[in-house]
């Protein structure tokens, strides 16, 4: 396991560019597999999940040929339909969260597919069950394998229908859209999430000869059709990052421009930055955070402390709310933060109550931070990165604190930050790998 070594205290200045959104790349990559044409793709990002992901369709039989920096094209003409059952595919499968969404795309074009518990953070409950009865309500039939501990699906021909989903799961509406765009007759689907990944990937569908009504809303209408072809498709920006940078700069009081970001995909989190009194300026499609001394959070309009919540989109994505809760522990002011979503999200806060933050977990859900208006510097400390979105955070309470930190288990920040230690350094940071 490696370890990062931060030396806290510096300001940050100049420009960063975001990656590429692992979260948009993981639904395209698996799109491709619903045609034999080539599809190339643009942005993608060199991050853990992203480049196994990759290999994975590899070794399925697709042919990758990388065509640039971040540029990748993939044909899916055959596939080793015996590599799917074999124990290596269910092994590796299980080391991503973005494998679940090979299954649309496999029972729609190949009429079958198997999945063993997938793998991605360990935040709490992660349940399929949107993903699975969605894929039922097409027609397939899915049984447990109860000695190889997976599911085998399998289809001769997908249905249309309607389908109203349980939840507004983001890889559950993207594996669901995935198997209906090959589907006889029209699919609806209601409360399909609507994240700008999957905008991204019903226009990719689309371009690619789908028939997919309702893009952005959380009402979809799919008409079946007999194939798709190939395409090209360009990443957007990862909003995330895009959100950890704002949080970076604003909590190690630095002036930092964030260029390039895609500024209308990214919602409702700029002003959520906002309400922790964070000033920012869009300038052309770049952010710029001006070196802010103090940040004040706002109360709500009865003067009622804040909450910072998250919601399906359009609402504000769970994926900042760990950056939120750090920047908070530096600002003037105290905030309640909901992480509605995930109910193991919030225990990294441990880590920053050692590092001098005030912070009370209430309960798995929610806590209350209560600023320190940077009077108070977080102390340097010694910790372990339990998931993606918790290690940035704590890499940024690392930044921003007094003396040196070290970070353990840094693979969990490998796996959606693309050489992020590189990146922070050339714009002021001081963190080493080791
Ligand atoms: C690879 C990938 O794309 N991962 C993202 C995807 O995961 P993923 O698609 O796995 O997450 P889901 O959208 O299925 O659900 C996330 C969690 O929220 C709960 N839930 C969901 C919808 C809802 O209306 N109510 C509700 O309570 C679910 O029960 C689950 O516990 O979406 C999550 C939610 O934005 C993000 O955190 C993950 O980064
Ligand atoms: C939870 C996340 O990722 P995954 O769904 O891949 O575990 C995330 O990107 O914040």
């Avoid at 027609?139 to 447990?144: T, V």
């Avoid at 249905?159 to 349980?166: S, V």
């Avoid at 700008?196 to 997919?212: D, F, T």
């Amino acid at each position: 396991m490696a370890s990062f070594v931060i030396e806290g205290g510096h300001r940050l200045s100049g420009e960063i560019h975001p990656q590429g959104a692992k979260n948009e790349v993981l639904q395209i990559i698996c799109a491709t597999l619903l045609t034999a044409e080539e599809v190339t793709v643009h942005n993608i990002p060199d991050i853990l999940d992203v480049n196994n992901l990759i290999q994975l369709m590899r070794d399925m039989g697709v042919t990758v040929s990388r065509k640039g920096l971040d540029t990748y094209s993939f044909k899916a003409e055959k596939l080793d339909l015996s590599y799917l059952e074999s124990d290596e595919f269910l092994k590796k499968c299980s080391s991503l969260r973005g494998s679940v969404m090979l299954i649309g795309p496999m029972v729609a074009r190949f009429h079958k597919a198997m999945i063993s518990k997938p793998g991605g953070d360990k935040i709490g409950r992660r349940r399929l069950d949107t993903h699975f009865i969605g894929i039922q309500n097409l027609g397939a039939d899915f049984s447990y394998n109860t000695e190889r501990e997976a599911y085998e699906i399998s289809a001769c021909e997908l249905k249309g229908t309607y389908m109203l989903l349980d939840e507004a799961s983001v890889t559950g509406t993207a594996n669901i859209v995935m198997a209906a765009v090959l589907a006889r007759g029209t699919t609806t689907i209601y409360n399909a999430a609507c994240e700008p990944y999957l905008q991204q990937l019903c226009k990719m569908l689309n371009r690619m000869g789908a028939k997919i009504q309702g893009i952005a809303s959380n009402l979809l209408t799919i008409e079946g059709v007999n194939e798709l072809h190939g395409t090209e498709h360009t990443i957007l920006p990862d909003m995330i990052e895009v959100g950890s940078f704002i949080g970076m700069a604003a909590m190690t009081q630095s002036e930092l421009t964030i260029k390039n970001v895609s500024y209308e995909n990214l919602g409702i989190i700029p002003e959520s930055f906002r309400r922790l009194g964070i000033k920012l300026e869009q300038r052309g499609d770049d952010i710029y955070v001006p070196a802010q001394e103090t940040y004040q959070i706002e109360s709500f309009i009865d003067g009622s402390i804040m909450t910072i919540a998250d919601a399906p989109w359009p609402g504000l994505t769970p994926d900042l709310l760990s950056v939120m809760l750090v920047v908070a522990t530096q600002a003037k002011g105290s905030v309640l933060i909901h992480q509605k979503m995930f109910e193991s999200r919030l225990f990294f806060v441990d880590k920053l109550i050692d590092m001098g933050a005030q912070i009370i977990l209430c309960d798995p859900h929610r806590a209350v931070v209560i600023g320190h208006n940077h009077a108070m510097r977080l102390r340097g400390g010694n910790m372990t990165s339990p998931d993606i979105r918790a290690g940035i955070a704590l890499l940024i309470a690392a930044m921003s604190a007094e003396g040196s930190s070290r970070i353990h288990n840094i693979e969990q920040i490998d796996r959606g930050y693309q050489d992020i230690e590189r990146r922070l350094n050339a714009i002021g940071a001081r963190i080493t790998r080791i």
